[in-house]
């Protein structure tokens, strides 16, 4: 199955030379996030693990395909300059799909979602991405119906995510009943139980379970041949047991912040960072090292499965 650049992106999105060529030739190309790098890290570690995660794509015989925005026009891979501009330029926005139209009409610069690069790299041919959590409903959602975007633009976006889960801050129940909903297919790597982000696995269990990068491709194969609508492709890579967080220290510290969170009244955009931030000070810095293990994993596998997806 060979990978294509649409036309009618050409003068839309800007992939550099590597990435194109790449395209062009039908070889395996990773969509990488850039949110991790300006507001996930601190400096110089975030342009560490930027490096590092390209260099995992490399390793595995695939081309990374880093993606941010920079003075308006999405960047479909950086280069050296680029990616050292998203690990410290400050102000960076973090831009989400619906942010997209706003950041090119602005010549705004920003750092992309789970939302925003799921949606270009599908925009821009390149059919696997990796990512370390995923975005979903929001403990509370009766109350305050707070659900991320991510759910709705991989509903509608025909792109494989290879992550470890949704963030653990959320409702993962109901994050899976609403994937269902949305007609998301979900399939555990290597695990009958849906992984739980930071933890090896959140107890919740998944019907369908895969061993192999080749047994993904076919499942994308399937979604093109099937045709319906364009909806994506989870593939649940949980983080290795003996490299996750300690769990009883997870729960300890993550009741901790609801209550903290609940306790400051803090809701909507801010609390998932609250929460996040809570988790790594929480732990000292243990949350931060065991999303790191899962997106080194997550973005290991994805490169695997592009060169599947790639193999005539």
């Not at 129940?173 to 139980?193: C, I, K, M, N, Y």
Request: with cysteine; glycine share 10%; charged share 20%.
């Amino acid at each position: 199955m060979k990978l294509t650049m649409r036309s009618t992106t050409d003068s839309i999105l800007q992939p550099s030379d590597e990435v194109a060529e790449a395209l062009a030739a039908g070889a395996p190309v990773v969509a990488l996030e850039s949110t991790i790098i300006s507001h996930g890290l601190p400096q110089p570690r975030n342009l560490e693990v930027a490096r590092e995660l390209e260099g995992v794509v490399r390793a595995a015989g695939a081309v990374p395909a880093t993606i941010a925005v920079l003075d308006g026009v999405p960047r479909i891979g950086l280069d050296e300059v680029e990616l050292e501009r998203i690990a410290s330029e400050p102000g960076l926005r973090k831009l989400g799909q619906r942010d997209l139209p706003l950041a090119a009409a602005l010549k705004a610069s920003g750092a992309t979602t789970v939302s925003a690069t799921s949606f270009l790299a599908a925009r821009a041919g390149i059919r696997v991405f990796a990512t370390g959590g995923l975005g979903g409903v929001h403990r509370g959602w009766a109350e305050d119906q707070d659900e991320s975007a991510d759910l709705d633009t991989l509903a509608r976006t025909r792109i494989t995510v290879v992550c470890a889960g949704v963030k653990s801050i959320l409702d993962v129940p109901a994050t899976l009943q609403r994937l269902e909903t949305r007609g998301v297919s979900v399939v555990g790597f290597g695990t009958d139980t849906f992984p739980g982000f930071y933890l090896h696995s959140s107890g919740q269990p998944i019907d369908w379970r895969i061993e192999s990068p080749d047994e993904a491709a076919a499942i994308m194969r399937g979604q093109d041949v099937l045709g319906g609508p364009e909806t994506a492709l989870i593939v649940a890579n949980p983080v290795p047991e003996d490299q996750q967080l300690d769990p009883e220290l997870h729960d300890r510290v993550l009741g901790e912040a609801l209550a903290a969170a609940e306790r400051e009244g803090v809701k909507g955009q801010a609390i998932t960072p609250f929460l996040l931030g809570y988790l790594v000070n929480g732990t000292a810095g243990a949350s931060l090292e065991a999303n790191l293990a899962a997106v080194r994993g997550n973005t290991a596998l994805a490169a695997r499965i592009a060169v599947a997806w790639a193999r005539p």
